[in-house]
């Protein structure tokens, strides 16, 4: 299963980096794909969509 988050704030490939790895540090996320140009974060496997949204948003980016 695949989910995509719409986010704001991501600029540049550390910020790519950054949201890669808070968000597969979860339980049930088997992978994490940031495209930057349209600004969206597409997460494989069954991780639980509050837990994304927290783990991107504590790293200073906005999930709409």
């Keep these: 299963m695949t ?3 719409q986010v704001e704030g991501m600029t540049c490939n550390h910020c790519a980096q950054t949201v890669t790895d808070a968000v597969s540090a979860l339980k049930g996320v088997e992978g994490v794909t940031v495209d930057l140009k349209k600004g969206e974060v597409h997460v494989n496997g069954a991780g ?3 837990e994304i949204k927290e783990a991107i948003e504590e ?3 906005i999930v709409k």
């Design 48 to 50: 639980n969509v509050k």
């Design 59 to 61: 790293e200073g980016y």
């Design 3 to 5: 989910q995509t988050f």
